[in-house]
Structures are given as structure tokens and as C-alpha cells.
């Protein structure tokens, strides 16, 4: 079979391949930017993390992908009243003996954290597993969340502004886990 290469049907059929070719190629770029914008939008400082962590931005954005799976499979609920009020007061307890107990108040803030996690139904065996499951719905306080908890395991080293720091990350993400939904009243127009 001899081809002409200047056949018109040739060149046709090459300039179709070529544009259908560069259409899949736009439309996947175009998808990987929105992609990468939405995760870097919905995960914040997290998502730069995750780069760092994994060396690219494709396999974090594969690591970020699957924690928002995991924790969609997770039975996450809000506080009740009664638990919101019961959370509260220990927190306003603990943060009261920090002057005289900040070690004490530090590592109550730790555990107390934890406790709200899990009545919320987040799994807190794994420290790592915990901190990459908050950062789904709660990534602007992570990176509070690791800093506080790395001063809790150096607790006997830790200077008492160190503490005082610990104290307000723990805050931070205290304030966000226990926070009561706000329902918005949907008006209908006639």
C-alpha cells in the first residue's frame, strides 16, 4: 500500500486527530486546574503541607482527595446542646487552672480535645490519622492543632509561654469542634 502524505483526505484526517488530541489535553488541564484550585481553596495551609509532605502537587492533591473519602465514610455529627454545654464548662474549668497548673491545664486541653473528637465520631487512635482527619473539615486550625500537640509530648521542656501558645491552639480548634451548626431560615418568594 503506497500512502500519498499529500493526499487531502490524509491531511483531513492528521488535522482531526491533531485538534481532537488538543481538545482532550485542554479539557484536562483545565480540569486539574480546577482541581487543584478547589483543594487548595478548601484546605488552605493544609494543602501546601501536603505538598511539602509528598512531593508533588498531584500526589498530595491524591493523598487530600482520599481523606475527604475516609472522612465522608465517617459518622461525624454535631454536638448536642447538652454536650456543647458540658464541653464548654471543662474547657472554661481547665483554662481557669492554667495559672497555677499549666502543665496540667496543657495536657487536660490535649485530652479534652481528644474527648470532643470522639464523641463527635472522629477516630483518635492515631495522632497523624486525627490531625489528617480534622484537617477535612476544619483545615485552618490543623497546623494549631499539631503545634499544640507537639508541645503536650515535650510538656516537661516546655517553657510556660510555650504553653500559654498550646493553650490557644488548643482553643482554636476547641472553639470550631464545639461550635453550634447555624440553621439559616430559608424565606420563599411568592
Avoid at 495536657?107 to 482527619?133: C, H, I, N, W
Wanted: net charge positive.
Amino acid at each position: 500500500m503506497n500512502l500519498d502524505l499529500l493526499d487531502p483526505k490524509l491531511i483531513v484526517l492528521a488535522a482531526v486527530v491533531i485538534l481532537a488530541l488538543a481538545v482532550l489535553v485542554w479539557f484536562y488541564v483545565r480540569r486539574r486546574r480546577r482541581t487543584t484550585s478547589g483543594l487548595r481553596q478548601r484546605f488552605g495551609p493544609e494543602y501546601d503541607r501536603a505538598v511539602l509532605t509528598h512531593g508533588s502537587e498531584r500526589k498530595a492533591e491524591s493523598k487530600l482527595e482520599d481523606r475527604e473519602k475516609r472522612v465522608e465514610k465517617l459518622k461525624i455529627r454535631d454536638l448536642d446542646s447538652t454536650e456543647h454545654e458540658r464541653f464548654s464548662r471543662r474547657w472554661e474549668s481547665l483554662q481557669s487552672r492554667f495559672v497555677d497548673s499549666p502543665k496540667g491545664a496543657v495536657t487536660e486541653a490535649d485530652d479534652l480535645v481528644s474527648s470532643v473528637m470522639k464523641t463527635r465520631g472522629y477516630p483518635v487512635s492515631d495522632f497523624d490519622q486525627r490531625a489528617a482527619d480534622i484537617s477535612v473539615d476544619h483545615p485552618r486550625v490543623v497546623d494549631n492543632y499539631r503545634s499544640a500537640h507537639e508541645i503536650a509530648l515535650r510538656i516537661e521542656k516546655a517553657t510556660t509561654e510555650d504553653l500559654r501558645t498550646a493553650m490557644i491552639h488548643y482553643r482554636s480548634l476547641f472553639d470550631e469542634l464545639v461550635q453550634v451548626p447555624t440553621i439559616v431560615d430559608r424565606k420563599e418568594v411568592a
